[in-house]
Each structure stands twice: as structure tokens, then as C-alpha cells.
T-cell receptor, first 113, second 110 residues
Framework: SQTIHQWPATLVQPVGSPLSLECTVEGTSNPNLYWYRQAAGRGLQLLFYSVGIGQISSEVPQNLSASRPQDRQFILSSKKLLLSDSGFYLC????????????FGPGTRLTVL | EDQVTQSPEALRLQEGESSSLNCSYTVSGLRGLFWYRQDPGKGPEFLFTLYSAGEEKEKERLKATLTKKESFLHITAPKPEDSATYLCAVQAAGTYKYIFGTGTRLKVLA
């Protein structure tokens, strides 16, 4: 069966510090991968998605970036965090069987102080 | 522009009191409509996918239906453990993106 991992689970970082969040998927090959951010009481904002190794589509221009160095690994990064980067970051993958069902990881709670 | 609107924002029910959550959508060609359950501090949990108007799916006390403009998530005789935020999302044809609503926070009282 497929599983998706995210780490760390929680993170507290000062303004201006770098960021690296990692997501890995097990039990599937060549998944589509996604990064979302969820602010308190809000819906999911799509940040980046990838349909293959090295391919990244950005939805929201900001100080975040994403990379996909391996088929089942997706990384979210920042060189300098802003207060507004605080939130709940979710990684997701989708099936390629035509059903397009999307499955989420457990999330990373980021607090920027 | 593709858009998803969920109502109500919050709903309080007594245990056993059935109700429905609404998801209205505007999309240029629907590829799929998805329902999720999200517990506090956790990632959304997949519930249903609906692909075409008239389609229905059921899981325990939940039943999802779809028309050309909206979807309903019917909760029959809810229990306190059904308390969660329910999210709706759509995917337009020809795109890899999913558009999410802001969710309905459901609280079921014992």
C-alpha cells in the first residue's frame, strides 16, 4: 500500500532563517506531487506541483521554492522566512490510474517568530 | 475562474440529527469532485470522488451526490466522532490542479 511521509511534524523558526520541508511517498511510482499551505481556519492554497522529476509548476509567486530531486521526493524550501510563511504545510500525491484521487501527508506545522 | 464555495462555514448538530453540507462549484469542464475529512492538526483524509452529474457514493453514515453546479454531503444520524472539517475540491479537465473550498466545520454533540 502507498504511504506518504512529511518531516518535521512541527517547526519553529525565526524570521529570516532558511527552511527545508521534505515529503516522500512509498509504494507508488511517478506520482504527481503537490505542496499546499493551510492558514488557520482557511482552505488549502496550492503552492507547487510536479508531474515528474525536475519538473515544478509554481502557483503562487513568493519566497518559497520547490524541488523534486527523486521520483518520490518533494522538497519545499525558502532562503529567508517571513512571518506570513507560518501555517500548516501539506504534501499530497495523486494516483495515475485515471481516478485522480489525491492523498495527503500528515502535515508540518510551521511557526515563524 | 474555477471556484469552490462551501456552506455553511460551521454546523452544530445533535447526535442523530441528519443534515447536509453544500459544495457549489464553477469549473471549465469537471474532471472530478472530491470530498475530504480533516481532523484538527492532521492532513485531509480522502472520502469520495464524483465524476458526473447524478452520481452518488456512500460510506457508512455519509452519502455524496453531484449535480452540474453543486455537490451535497449528506450525514445520516451523525455521531460525535463525525465531528471534523469537511473539505470539497474540484479538478478541471486538462489540468493537474485541485481547487479547494474553505470547508465546513461540523460539530456533533452527544
Amino acid at each position: 500500500s502507498q504511504t506518504i511521509h512529511q518531516w518535521p511534524a512541527t517547526l519553529v523558526q525565526p524570521v529570516g532563517s532558511p527552511l527545508s520541508l521534505e515529503c516522500t511517498v512509498e509504494g507508488t511510482s511517478n506520482p504527481n506531487l503537490y505542496w499546499y499551505r493551510q492558514a488557520a481556519g482557511r482552505g488549502l492554497q496550492l503552492l507547487f506541483y510536479s508531474v515528474g522529476i525536475g519538473q515544478i509548476s509554481s502557483e503562487v509567486p513568493q519566497n518559497l521554492s520547490a524541488s523534486r530531486p527523486q521520483d518520490r521526493q518533494f522538497i519545499l524550501s525558502s532562503k529567508k522566512l517571513l512571518l506570513s510563511d507560518s501555517g500548516f504545510y501539506l504534501c499530497a500525491w495523486t494516483t495515475l490510474d485515471g481516478n485522480n484521487e489525491q492523498f495527503f501527508g500528515p502535515g508540518t506545522r510551521l511557526t515563524v517568530l | 475562474e474555477d471556484q469552490v464555495t462551501q456552506s455553511p462555514e460551521a454546523l452544530r448538530l445533535q447526535e442523530g440529527e441528519s443534515s447536509s453540507l453544500n459544495c457549489s462549484y464553477t469549473v471549465s469542464g469537471l474532471r472530478g469532485l472530491f470530498w475530504y475529512r480533516q481532523d484538527p492538526g492532521k492532513g485531509p483524509e480522502f472520502l469520495f470522488t464524483l465524476y458526473s452529474a447524478g452520481e452518488e457514493k456512500e460510506k457508512e453514515r455519509l452519502k455524496a451526490t453531484l449535480t452540474k453546479k453543486e455537490s451535497f454531503l449528506h450525514i445520516t444520524a451523525p455521531k460525535p466522532e463525525d465531528s471534523a472539517t469537511y473539505l470539497c475540491a474540484v479538478q478541471a479537465a486538462g489540468t493537474y490542479k485541485y481547487i479547494f473550498g474553505t470547508g465546513t466545520r461540523l460539530k456533533v454533540l452527544a
